[in-house]
């Protein structure tokens, strides 16, 4: 089951990386630079992943035929036990984050700072913004499930908190996709506004009242 999860988490990572980084191409134009630079945040996170994922996956397997072939469960426990606990007390030493006493929601809200001020009745902004989270937001719901589930598990130290970090970074994420979700709902209420009010200046009286209806 782990390294089922580790796998599938691995496959969504590089199409992630993938598909954000053709959003960073095609949104090449100078009106889309906020949402670039965001997307280019998403794109390294996730190519940094699927990297780690990669190497985990390769290790667990590597450590799994390991105590296969030396038979090592003999001496000292379960198959399990010894991939999944790994030996004795190693810990992982992680470097402090800077950004650590910052909330999550602190943080999306600095991410999306660019993104939140950037002109609300574009109707080519706001395409971008529906489509990107579109795209993505499911895909970051799953790796988020993925990475929670896995940090959960009595895995060995250094797995799991390679697999923590990374599950904080999916729920960022995520988070910074709905935002946006919600960030387009309402660029386009204004431009449908913006729109039905203009109609109503423009028109003649008898086209005006059926734009009221």
């Known amino acids: ?21 053709q959003e960073v191409k095609r949104l090449n134009e100078e009106k889309y630079r906020p949402i670039r630079a965001l997307l280019v945040k998403l794109a390294i996170d996730s190519v940094i992943h699927k990297h780690l994922m990669e190497a985990l996956l390769k290790s667990y397997r590597e450590v799994r035929g390991l105590v296969k072939e030396i038979e090592a469960y003999k001496y000292i426990g379960p198959e399990e036990f010894v991939i999944l606990k790994g030996f004795g007390e190693v810990i992982f030493p992680m470097p402090q984050d ?30 971008a913004l529906e489509m990107i989270a579109q795209i993505h937001l499911e895909s970051e719901k799953k790796m988020k499930e993925i990475y929670a589930s896995l940090a959960k598990k009595e895995l060995h130290p250094i797995f799991r908190d390679i697999l923590s970090c990374i599950e904080k970074d999916e729920e960022q994420h995520y988070r910074i996709l709905k935002k946006l979700t919600e960030i387009s709902k309402k660029r386009r209420i204004a431009i449908l506004r913006t729109y039905v009010h203009h109609l109503r200046v423009h028109l003649p009286i008898k086209q005006k009242f059926i734009v009221c209806l």
């Open 1 to 21: 089951m782990v390294e089922k999860d580790m796998l599938e988490v691995y496959e969504l990572e590089k199409k992630a990386s993938k598909k954000y980084m």
């Open 98 to 127: 800077p950004r650590k006493k910052m909330g999550i929601d602190e943080l999306v809200d600095e991410y999306l700072t660019e993104a939140l001020e950037a002109p609300p009745l574009s109707e080519e902004y706001t395409t």
